[in-house]
């Protein structure tokens, strides 16, 4: 799976869209941008992914460069519960069987 | 809406012991997943399985690691004889039905926090 290099962290304001940055240079044809999150300790959450298309879900957006070599995660309104570090995750398409891989990510906070 | 659940929320226990957390996946769910995460380091992928086998394992997956699915609903994972490093957070992660072609998305549970003392 390629690699992904994201930001430690960001602060954003409440009510405000944050704007998550990944890069993926190495991102081959056939991989799938994944996003998730972590509030505190709990479990991962699956937030939205994309192959080149941007995507839209109820969760937030995702900008996908044309070369694919970078996307953007956007959530338009954060609000305080949107706290939590945010993993962009480059994997393949094999059906089902496909582990996550998951690195540091950013710690977004938002601020009142 | 479905969720995976995870038992115990927190198990604590003396080295050499032998440990088993419990998962429920989501129903009708075809893949999961053992992950860890030991206090503020990165979440780690340990084992998945489907079709009542192991289909891939990590290196921290030894010898003192298995897994089971022991009826249709639950999914476990045992850790033989405990040692102090395997302290942390465990994810337990299931994946379903195939929302769009070559994509699909893991749930994951809450978590059981493995304290070894």
């Known amino acids: 799976d390629a690699k992904t290099t994201q930001p430690p962290s960001m602060d954003c304001a409440e009510g405000r869209a944050a704007n998550l940055p990944c890069n993926h240079s190495t991102i081959s044809g056939n991989e799938y941008v994944y996003w998730y999150r972590q509030i505190h300790s709990q479990g991962p959450q699956y937030i939205i992914h994309?192959?080149?298309n941007n995507e839209t879900n109820e969760m937030a957006s995702l900008i996908i460069t044309e070369d694919r070599k970078s996307s953007t995660l956007i959530l338009p309104h954060a609000t305080l519960r949107d706290t939590a570090v945010y993993y962009c995750?480059?994997?393949?398409?094999?059906?089902?069987?496909?582990?996550?891989?998951f690195g540091t990510g950013t710690r977004l906070t938002i601020i009142p | 809406e479905p969720e995976v659940t995870q038992t115990p929320s927190h198990q604590v226990t003396q080295m050499g012991q032998e440990v088993i957390l419990r998962c429920v996946p989501i129903s009708n769910h075809l893949y999961f997943y053992w992950y860890r995460q030991i206090l503020g380091q990165k979440v780690e992928f340990l084992v998945s399985?489907?079709?009542?086998?192991?289909?891939?394992k990590s290196e921290i997956f030894d010898d003192q690691f298995s897994v089971e699915r022991p009826d249709g609903s639950n999914f476990t994972l045992k850790i033989r004889s405990t040692k102090l490093e395997d302290s942390a957070m465990y994810f337990c992660a299931s994946v379903g039905i195939v929302v769009r072609i070559l994509s699909y998305e893991q749930y994951f549970g809450p978590g059981t926090r493995l304290t070894v003392t």
């Open positions: 995750i480059v994997r393949g398409s094999n059906f089902g069987n496909e582990k996550l891989t």
């Open positions: 994309g192959l080149k």
């Open positions: 399985f489907y079709n009542n086998e192991i289909s891939e």
